[in-house]
């Protein structure tokens, strides 16, 4: 694609902030004035809704333009909860049935409690939700945001950078509040792209579809070795955006391909997902950031490292829990070369740690050391929601 047909002619505002600033001001006072006035501000905020919705906008680190979705669309483009028109939505264009839903909406037997804010998107059979963005050609990003299923039935997620696509199983759903937040990284090929949100799915209930909520973006970068240790990003702190205000922590989904891993350095080659925890809703070992495995077996995270054949090599790591009452006999295993350890860690669920080590030789010039749970575990406090042993602090270094 070339990059020149793809940038939108249009540019009319280069500060985010201003432009959300003028509409606040425009809707505001087309509620005190006289009809007149208000004709002018609707026309005002009609135009520069227009600009906004067809312009790229450059990209900060944190929620997308309206990506918690609380700035909704004129009740003339509802109809009931569907937006009618692909441009209705502020700062998204959608395509097919998408719902703007209000928190406390009864959908079915349901009752939707949305996560941040008020309002949440829900994309109908073949729905999409996108929105075009400038960002720094070749450079990693990580999108975060809420989602939520809305039906039994089995539903997925796609969500696209073109030329980049990912896919997001729906069948597990991993918090108690059917709502978890998921992280999936790109590297655009192009200065400015599409971010695309789609249901693939079609079921016979039209009211099914996934919620989507609270989209964000952080830009990451490559991670660097460290003096004394042959793995990258061991401390984890090098990851996606973590919501300051949710304890949901970010599910890192299946990814064998770690060069667009939203967990740089790292791959997640296994079925389930990962969660990625902060200090500020969890208890982690060192630093700010850490990984939980949440799926036994199921989920695990692996890193290839340059080895030298015949030469020997120590495996440091930390094992804990997140002080999440998720209590029990937990074992996290560590595999390198051709050697493996189980470490037992009996967890309280209040917080804790426990250092351990793998001495191995190398048997090529790449080693994968990979770590998972051994046993499943529920939260004491929840039956529904999966949690797991929490590994931080890797550190390779030869003897």
């Known amino acids: 694609m070339d990059e020149k047909l793809y ?32 004709y002018m501000f609707c026309l005002l905020y009609g135009v520069m809704f227009l600009c906004c919705n067809s312009a790229a906008t450059p990209v900060k680190n944190g929620l997308l333009m309206n990506g918690n979705f609380e700035y909704g669309p004129k009740p003339s483009s509802m109809n009931g909860t569907q937006i009618i028109g692909s441009n209705s939505l502020p700062f998204w264009r959608i395509k097919g049935l ?31 939700l996108s929105q075009r963005v400038e960002v720094k050609k070749g450079s990693l990003y990580s999108l975060t945001f809420s989602v939520a299923r809305t039906c039994a039935q089995v539903e997925t997620l796609n969500v696209s950078v073109p030329p980049e696509a990912g896919e997001l199983p729906m069948q597990t759903i991993y918090s108690s509040s059917g709502w978890d937040s998921y992280a999936w990284a790109f590297r655009p090929a192009y200065n400015v792209v599409d971010i695309i949100l789609h249901n693939p799915g079609v079921v016979e209930d039209p009211a099914c579809g996934p919620l989507v909520d609270a989209v ?129 860690y009996e967890s309280k669920g209040t917080g804790g740690l426990k250092k351990a080590h793998l001495a191995f030789k190398a048997v090529s010039a790449r080693t994968a050391v990979a770590f998972f749970s051994t046993y499943y575990h529920m939260r004491s406090d929840d039956s529904s929601s999966l949690c797991g042993p929490v590994v931080d602090s890797v550190k390779l270094h030869a003897r």
């Open 7 to 38: 940038k939108s002619p249009v540019q009319p505002f280069k500060n985010p902030s201003f432009i959300h600033l003028l509409q606040c001001i425009c809707l505001k006072l087309s509620l005190q004035f006289s009809k007149m006035l208000k």
């Open 98 to 128: 998408v719902e703007y839903i209000k928190s406390g909406h009864h959908q079915g037997d349901m009752l939707v409690v949305v996560p941040q804010g008020a309002h949440a998107a829900r994309l109908g059979n073949e729905a999409q």
């Open 216 to 344: 964000s973006i952080k830009e990451l970068f490559p991670p660097r070795y460290t003096w004394g240790n042959l793995i990258k990003n061991g401390g984890f702190e090098e990851g996606p955006l973590v919501f300051r205000n949710s304890s949901f922590g970010v599910l890192l989904p299946p990814n064998v391909d770690d060069r667009n891993s939203a967990l740089p350095g790292w791959m997640i080659d296994s079925l389930k997902s990962v969660k990625y925890i902060d200090a500020l809703h969890y208890a982690v070992p060192h630093g700010r950031r850490a990984v939980e495995l949440l799926a036994g077996k199921e989920s695990s995270i692996a890193q290839i490292v340059r080895t030298e054949v015949g030469k020997a090599y120590v495996l440091s790591f930390t094992v804990g829990d997140g002080s999440n009452s998720c209590n029990g006999s937990m074992i996290v295993e560590a595999f390198a070369a051709q050697e493996t350890v189980k470490v037992p």
